[in-house]
C-alpha cells in the first residue's frame, strides 16, 4: 500500500497528477464537496452563531468510505483541492468527515497541473486556511438564508416553486432594467453626410481614384441638409491641410475568467457555462493554468518562455516584457491569469471545443507579451468654399504589426464606421472634382441588451460575485425561468436617402433591417415581476451596491479581518424583520395590471402571472361567475399588453367548424397554441396564429399528424402493449412504462422479437447509466 495519499475533487485532475508522482502515491478523488448543508429544514443552527449544519449526501457515502480506508491505511494524506475558497473549503471538510490527524494531513496548492508545479507544492504545504474556509461558509449560509426565508413569500405572493437568490436576484434586476431602457428609448434622427470625390490622377485600370470623407459633424434635420446640398451645387472643394500622426495600439491583458467568457463568447460563440467547461477539462488535463482567477499575473517562468517563443516564432523585435495588474478589488481566487501550462504547445489535443479555447488561451496570452503595433494615421480636411462645414477624410497604414501578428481583442460594439484604409496621395491647396454627397439619416441606437459575456462584464464591473460565481448565477436565471436567451427578427425601418449628383438632388425613402438580435438575454414575465415584489419589498437585496458591499466583507473574512459570524448577524437583523413584514402586507398585488373594460360585458380585464405563466383575465374572484383566463402568446409580455391585444386573446378557444362529424377548435394552452379535434391535440407552429388559422390550414396540420404518428410507430406487439418500437429524433428506440431504451445500430428495428427487446430493457436496467423519462403533455 503506498505510503501517500494524494485527494484532488475531481477523476480528471487524479489522472493527471498520478503521471507525476511515483509508486509511494496514490491519487484519489472526492467527486466534489463530499457534505453540505442538511435539506431538512434550513440547515443552520441559529442557536449556536449560525452554525452550520452538515451532512454527507447519501451518494457520497461510498467515496466517503473508500477515503476513510485509504487515509487509515496511508502515512501522510495530501488535501490538493483548488487553490480558491471552495477548493480550501472542500479540504477542510475531507480533513472533518475523514478525521484526518493534523500531523498526517497537509495541504497543498499549485494553480497548473505540471511536475514541476506538484512536486514544488509537495516541497512547500502549509495548514488548511481557515479564513478562506469560513469565507466560503459565509457566502454558503448567508445565500441559504436568503433563499430559505425569500423563496416561500413568493410562492405566497405570485405562484409555486419560485426561488430567490442574493446574486441571482441581482443579475436578473440588471436584466429588467436594460429592457425597461429598451422600451423607453425614443430614437432621435440626424443625417450622416458622405462625399466622393474624383482626383487627377488614374488607377493602374485607367480609373479616376475616389476619395471618401465624411462630414465632421451630423445634421438634424431634412431642411439643414437640403440646404447644405444646394450650397454644395457650385461649391469648390479643395484640400485644405494633411496631417500625418503615428499611433501605437497596445495587445490585451492574459486573460481573467471574466474576460475568457467574455472573448471566447465574441469568437468562438461560447455560452458562460460551455466555456468553463472546457477550460476545465484543459486545466484537469495540465493543459493550462487554473481557470477561476481575477489576476492578470505572469510568472516570471511564464514571462521568461513567452519572450523565447516569440523570438523563435517572429523576430528579435516581437517580445515586450509586461506586467499586468487586476483593477479587481479583492482579487483572491488564484495567483497568476489563464495561460497555457507550456508556453512551446501552440496547439493541443482533445475535442474541437477544447482546440478552439486553448488557441484563444495561447494566442491572447503570447499577444500580451508582443511589442505595441505601429500605425499611420493620415486625415485630410476638405474645404467647402460656400460654407463653413468641413470633410474630413481619413486613412490609417499599418507600419509595423506587432502583438496584430497574433491577436487582436473584439468588441461588443458594432459599429458604423468602416475600416479606413489608406488614403491616396495628397497634397495641400488640391483641388477636388466631386462626384455625389450622401446624406442618410441615421437613429440613435437603443441600448443593447446584454448577452451573456456583456453581463459578466457588468457584475464584474460592479463588484457583484467572484469568478467562481459568473457562469452559475448565469445558468441559474435562465434554469429558474427568470430569464431566455434567444434570438429576435429584425424589424423593417424606413429611412430618408438624400443624394446630390451631377447638380442633380434625389430624395429618396427607403428600408433597413434593424434591432435584429441574436443570443440575447431577455427577461421572462415571471422575471419581471419577481424583479418588481423582490424590490418594493427588499430594496437592500436588490441593491448594486449592498450586494457588492456583501463580496467585499466576504474578501474581508478570507484575509482574517472580520469574523464569519458576525456578517451574518449583522445582515440576518435587517433582513428577517423585512421578510415577516412582507408576509402580512395583503396590498401590494404581485404582477396583476388592470387594463380596462369589456366594452361588451363591463367586466373588469387585467394581466396577471398564473399558475403556468402569464395569463389575461376577464372577470374578478369577487364576482358570482367565475373569472375566464387565456395564456399569452409568444412574444407578448405583461409590460406591454393593451386592452385590444387582451380581448383578442380571450375569444380563445375559436371554432373553426366541423371536420369527419367532429368540432375543430383553436386555443392557447400552457404548452402554447395548440389545435382540438376528436379530444387528440396538435401543436400550431410558430408560423400560425391561433387567432386567424382557418379552417383548411387546421384540416392539414389535423392530417399530417395523422401521417407523422403512422410513421413513428415501426412495431407494436399485441401481447404486451405497453412495448413500442418508435422512430425518433435521434433514430429507432424502444419505449417502455414511460422510460426509452437504445438500440444498437448493429439491429434491424424492425425485425427484432419482443424477447430481444426484453432482453434489451433488462440488460440497459441493470447498467449504471439512467434511463431517459418521457415526459408526457397532458
Request: glycine content about 6%; proline content about 5%; some cysteine.
Amino acid at each position: 500500500m503506498p505510503k501517500n495519499l494524494v485527494i484532488v475533487e475531481s477523476p480528471a485532475k487524479a489522472k493527471t497528477i498520478e503521471k507525476f508522482l511515483g509508486k509511494d502515491y496514490s491519487v484519489l478523488s472526492s467527486f466534489g464537496h463530499i457534505r453540505d448543508l442538511s435539506e431538512k429544514g434550513l440547515g443552520i443552527d441559529f442557536e449556536h452563531d449560525y452554525r452550520p449544519v452538515y451532512v454527507v449526501p447519501k451518494d457520497k457515502a461510498k467515496v466517503v468510505s473508500e477515503l476513510k480506508k485509504a487515509s487509515k491505511d496511508a502515512d501522510t494524506v495530501w488535501l490538493a483541492s483548488d487553490e480558491d475558497r471552495e477548493g480550501e473549503a472542500i479540504s477542510w471538510h475531507l480533513s472533518e468527515v475523514l478525521e484526518l490527524p493534523k500531523e498526517k494531513t497537509k495541504r497543498i496548492v499549485f494553480h497548473e497541473i505540471t511536475k514541476p508545479a506538484i512536486l514544488n507544492a509537495i516541497e512547500h504545504p502549509r495548514e488548511i486556511d481557515i479564513n478562506l474556509v469560513d469565507a466560503q461558509q459565509a457566502r454558503r449560509v448567508l445565500d441559504r438564508i436568503v433563499g430559505f426565508e425569500l423563496s416561500p413569500v413568493l410562492w405566497k405572493k405570485i405562484k409555486p416553486s419560485l426561488s430567490a437568490g442574493r446574486v441571482q436576484s441581482v443579475a436578473v434586476r440588471l436584466i429588467v432594467d436594460r429592457e425597461r431602457e429598451i422600451q423607453q428609448f425614443k430614437p432621435e434622427a440626424s443625417y450622416r453626410i458622405t462625399a466622393e470625390f474624383l482626383l487627377s490622377e488614374k488607377d493602374k485600370n485607367g480609373k479616376a481614384i475616389v476619395l471618401k470623407a465624411e462630414l465632421q459633424n451630423r445634421l438634424k434635420t431634412k431642411e439643414e441638409v437640403m440646404l447644405f446640398l444646394e450650397k454644395c451645387k457650385n461649391a469648390e472643394f479643395n484640400i485644405e491641410n494633411i496631417v500625418t500622426k503615428p499611433v501605437k495600439k497596445s495587445p490585451a491583458a492574459p486573460f481573467t475568467t471574466s474576460t475568457l467568457q467574455q472573448e471566447a463568447a465574441r469568437k468562438l460563440g461560447f455560452s458562460v457555462n460551455q466555456t468553463m467547461r472546457v477550460a476545465q477539462s484543459l486545466y484537469e488535463a495540465g493543459k493550462i493554468t487554473y481557470m477561476r482567477t481575477d489576476s492578470m499575473n505572469l510568472s516570471e517562468l511564464a514571462l521568461n518562455s513567452a519572450q523565447e517563443e516569440i523570438i523563435s516564432m517572429a523576430g528579435d523585435r516581437y517580445p515586450k516584457r509586461r506586467h499586468y495588474h487586476t483593477k479587481s478589488k479583492g482579487a483572491q481566487e488564484a495567483h497568476e491569469a489563464i495561460r497555457p501550462s507550456y508556453m512551446n504547445a501552440h496547439e493541443t489535443s482533445g475535442t474541437a471545443q477544447e482546440k478552439r479555447l486553448y488557441d484563444l488561451i495561447w494566442k491572447r496570452t503570447i499577444a500580451s507579451q508582443m511589442a505595441d503595433a505601429e500605425l499611420e494615421r493620415t486625415t485630410a480636411t476638405i474645404n467647402i468654399s460656400t460654407t463653413k462645414e468641413k470633410f474630413v477624410a481619413t486613412g490609417e497604414v499599418l507600419k509595423f504589426d506587432g502583438f496584430l501578428r497574433v491577436y487582436l481583442e473584439s468588441t461588443d460594439e458594432d459599429g458604423e464606421q468602416e475600416n479606413s484604409g489608406m488614403l491616396p496621395p495628397l497634397s495641400a491647396g488640391e483641388v477636388l472634382q466631386i462626384d455625389e454627397i450622401t446624406a442618410q439619416e441615421r437613429f440613435t441606437q437603443k441600448p443593447a441588451r446584454y448577452t451573456e459575456a456583456s453581463l459578466v462584464r457588468k457584475l464584474e464591473e460592479l463588484g457583484i460575485g467572484r469568478p467562481s460565481t459568473y457562469a452559475p448565477t448565469i445558468s441559474t436565471v435562465q434554469n429558474r425561468g427568470y430569464v431566455e436567451k434567444g434570438d429576435r427578427e429584425g424589424e423593417i425601418r424606413p429611412y430618408n436617402l438624400l443624394v446630390l449628383k451631377k447638380g442633380i438632388i434625389k430624395d429618396e425613402i427607403k428600408e433597413e433591417t434593424v434591432n435584429a438580435e441574436k443570443a440575447k438575454l431577455f427577461p421572462t414575465d415571471t422575471g419581471i415581476v419577481v424583479n418588481d415584489f423582490l424590490s418594493h419589498f427588499f430594496p437592500n437585496i436588490m441593491d448594486y451596491n449592498f450586494t457588492a458591499s456583501v463580496e467585499k466583507e466576504f474578501d474581508e473574512i478570507a484575509e482574517g479581518k472580520v469574523k464569519w459570524e458576525k456578517t451574518i448577524d449583522d445582515f440576518y437583523k435587517d433582513f428577517h424583520p423585512t421578510v415577516e413584514a412582507s408576509k402580512v402586507k395583503t396590498e401590494f398585488k404581485v404582477g396583476e395590471t388592470l387594463l380596462g373594460n369589456d366594452p361588451e360585458t363591463g367586466k373588469p380585464v387585467s394581466v396577471k402571472i398564473g399558475r403556468y405563466g402569464p395569463v389575461v383575465q376577464i372577470g374578478s374572484p369577487e364576482s358570482d361567475e367565475k373569472p375566464r383566463f387565456a395564456s399569452l402568446l409568444k412574444g407578448q409580455s405583461i409590460e406591454t399588453m393593451t386592452l385590444e391585444e387582451a380581448l383578442d386573446l380571450l375569444k380563445l378557444p375559436r371554432k373553426l367548424g366541423e371536420f369527419e362529424g367532429k368540432e375543430i377548435s383553436v386555443a392557447v394552452g400552457r404548452f402554447g397554441p395548440y389545435i382540438r379535434h376528436d379530444n387528440k391535440f396538435v401543436s400550431l407552429p410558430k408560423t400560425d396564429n391561433p387567432l386567424s388559422v382557418s379552417y383548411e390550414r387546421a384540416v392539414e396540420l389535423i392530417e399530417s399528424k395523422r401521417e407523422e404518428d403512422r410513421n413513428k410507430v415501426i412495431k407494436s406487439f399485441a401481447e404486451n402493449e405497453d412495448l413500442l418500437i418508435l422512430n425518433g429524433r435521434y433514430g429507432p428506440y424502444i419505449s417502455y412504462k414511460k422510460n426509452n431504451y437504445k438500440i444498437p445500430k448493429t439491429q434491424d428495428p424492425t425485425t427484432l422479437t419482443l424477447e430481444e427487446c426484453l432482453k434489451l430493457i433488462e440488460e440497459q436496467d441493470s447498467s449504471d447509466k439512467p434511463k431517459r423519462k418521457r415526459f408526457v403533455k397532458k
